[in-house]
């Protein structure tokens, strides 16, 4: 009914089909996403200082950025993670398990990916604890900020320690590479550039941002939408395939989208969703929205893991398509099917109830503890 709506609170146009999402989202030349200052401070939804350009440059910068992250994320050394992710899987289920009642945020759906990454990256095990403090706080600080735009304490003392730490890394790993993530990127190779240890900080923040909450959400938005749908869950403890996983993770993020909105910002006036937008205006693209756009996905309220999710909107479209997204359709269907294998059944505890807690951004969504 509103596919072109101006949200005066937010200050932004929002559009909300999924034929218009996918239009703004193939045109980064009419819809930017570079930084813009809107009422004094920088909007957008992943938008922060010191974050690597990558998510907020437009090409051709965006171009040669991509380039130079992009042979970290192959398929390739995503598929050889799997292994890895479920025994990591297992042992945090285990560990859950040996309580009668646990929040899975905290126990699975928040150390996986952290773990993961930290991992991927070769830090220091006697740093992985700072690692994910540093990754928590900063986070969080992203969170609170978004409503208020003023960053807390803990994260801007987290940012400076990670920038030292990840600084030294980057020098070490550059005079002598190991086979990790960071040493892949100080090192020059088939004519692609390093990256200097700023940058190498600023992608490791981009990756804990970009990419641990979301994973986190979506592991907690799959658990949510099995309890709340007893016969899809039944039909998976039927058949517990990594297959069936891995459809049920798919219509997770169609149906409860981790990620619900994207800035951009109009670089002339564009005619879209029956109006006209302006220049210079912030634009926000409701991804959750066009992931439920009945023309798209018919009876799209209802949860269906059999169904095609083909076009699905929640990693984004275009040149900023998540780098992630592999790695990610790893790691959710592995610890689901591990969750399966090792839990009879998993439901709300009873101090629970159906109440959840979504914390205070909307662009960002899952549950703060299950
Ligand atoms: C970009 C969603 C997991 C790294 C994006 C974008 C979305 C998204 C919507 C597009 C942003 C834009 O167009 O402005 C998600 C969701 C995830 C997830 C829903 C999990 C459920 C990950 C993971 C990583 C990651 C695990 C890395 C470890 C990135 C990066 C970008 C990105 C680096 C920027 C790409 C670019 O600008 O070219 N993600 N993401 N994401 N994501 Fe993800």
């Known amino acids: 009914r509103a596919p072109l709506l101006w949200n005066e609170r937010m200050k932004s146009w929002l559009l909300s089909r999924h034929e218009d999402v996918a239009f703004a989202l193939k045109n980064a030349a009419l819809f930017s996403s570079s930084r ?12 922060v200082e010191s974050v ?21 994320f ?41 773990t993961i990454i ?38 801007t003392r987290s940012r400076a320690e990670m920038r030292v730490y990840m600084t030294e890394v980057a020098e070490a790993r550059r005079r002598e590479p190991r086979g990790d993530l960071i040493s892949l990127l100080v090192q020059e190779t088939d004519g692609v550039p390093a990256l200097s240890p700023q940058e190498v900080n600023a992608f490791t923040m981009l990756l804990l941002i970009a990419g641990n909450e979301t994973t986190t959400n979506l592991l907690g938005n799959t658990l949510l939408a099995l309890i709340r749908h007893p016969e899809q869950y039944e039909a998976l403890r039927r058949d517990p395939s990594l297959a069936a996983c891995s459809a049920v993770c798919e219509e ?36 959750g929205s066009a992931n439920h756009d009945p023309r798209k996905f018919p009876e ?47 439901g709300f505890s009873p101090r629970q109830s159906e109440h959840l807690d979504y914390g205070p951004t909307f662009a960002l969504r899952g549950p703060r503890s299950l």
Request: charged share 25%.
């Open 52 to 72: 690597a350009e990558l998510i907020t440059a437009d090409p051709p910068v965006h171009t040669q950025m991509r380039g130079l992250v992009s042979r970290a």
């Open 300 to 346: 799209p309220e209802r949860f269906d893991p059999t169904r095609d999710t083909h076009g699905l909107m929640s990693f984004g479209h275009g040149i900023h398509f998540c780098l992630g997204a592999p790695l990610t359709r790893v790691e959710a269907p592995v610890a689901l099917r591990e969750l399966m294998e090792h839990v009879p059944r998993l």
């Open 118 to 155: 930290a991992e991927m990256l070769g830090i220091d095990p006697v740093r992985r604890r700072d690692f994910k403090r540093w990754s928590d706080t900063i986070i969080a600080g992203l969170i609170a900020r978004l409503p208020t735009g003023e960053e807390p304490e803990a994260a």
């Open 74 to 114: 192959t398929p390739r050394q995503i598929n050889a993670l799997e292994p890895r992710v479920r025994e990591l899987s297992r042992e945090l289920i285990a560990e859950m398990t040996s309580r009668s009642e646990f929040d899975f945020m905290d126990a699975l759906a928040s150390p996986l990916p952290v």
């Open 252 to 287: 997770t993020l169609r149906f409860d989208s981790p990620v619900l909105g994207l800035s951009r910002r109009t670089t002339q006036e564009v005619e879209v969703g029956g109006g006209k937008i302006p220049a210079e205006s912030m634009v926000v693209l409701l991804l």
């Open 36 to 47: 813009v200052q809107v009422g004094g401070r920088p909007r957008g939804v992943f938008q």
